[in-house]
């Protein structure tokens, strides 16, 4: 994918943040991680001093808002997005500034350690508040895979370091997908309803939802289960196509990221498929041994490939 393309892309949702720093910034980093991973796009000095001028001020404020007991001024949101926002920027900063980005995951987890502990009633949010924390825990689920660093001085470290964890975060996850995905996105024939639920978020949930559902759908299989991912995937799918065939002049920023992310989920599920396929002797029957045990990774079909080969196609347009 060309880093013109990527950028592009980031830029309008840039804009379309407007005041909400949390988002703004997240996709100012977002566009660099994304072109990094997914375009051959490498900065020099002067693109990296932008990188750090244009995030650490407002990252730097996060630091300054967290109360002793992990929150944002106790708000379910404002933590929520806090807690996502620093997991990225630890992970950009990591080769920049590594104190920095050891800083920075220490505020996502205590974030995460009052989201966990506080005795939050999922059922009673608002959808925006329950779209901050899928992001949140989201997030937590690819950036603390495993933390080793002896100076750990956040709230979760003495908790055990990387299954217990793990496991609340997809606890989260899996139920706040179930919960949130129904009004969103529809698999039945009433597929209006859900376009229209769809449309009426505000452009910094949709981000933080479509970023959730990419991570999701693409993150390490042994962190959620084949049928969290299944769910994920479909909904980037699904969200990808409603906006593609709507034929309005909405948000075509919003048009535009769903169709890279669902672009670039399909790329992801034809190159998975042929590491499976190109896998030795040795791996694939390691593989068959995995699919046994756990009913996992079932080949793709000839149709299932030429579906999703139409939907790279179908989505690069739509990205132009």
Known sequence: MDYSIVKK???????????????KNANILYRHEFAAEYSSFSGDEGYFMELVENTSSFAGTCFEKQDEDGSIAGDVKETAKACAFMCIVSRVYEDLDPIFARDSVHVALDAAHYLLVSGIDLKSLELSEKISMLWAFSELSQTDVEIKNTYDHSLMAGMPQKMSRQKKYKMFVTQILSDVLPSLVS???DKDSAARALQSIDSADFDMLMNSLLIIST?????????????????????ADTQAGDGSDG??????LSSMFGRILAEYLLLKDKEIEESSDSQLIKVIEYNVINNKKKKLSDEDKKILNERIERYSKEML
């Open 187 to 189: 698999e039945s024939e």
């Open 9 to 23: 892309v980031f830029d309008e949702r840039i804009k379309k943040a407007g005041d909400d720093e949390y988002l």
């Open 219 to 239: 993150i390490d299989d042994e962190i959620f289960g084949d049928e969290t991912k299944s769910k994920a995937s479909k909904a980037i799918f699904e969200i």
């Open 251 to 256: 948000d075509t920023s919003a048009r535009s």
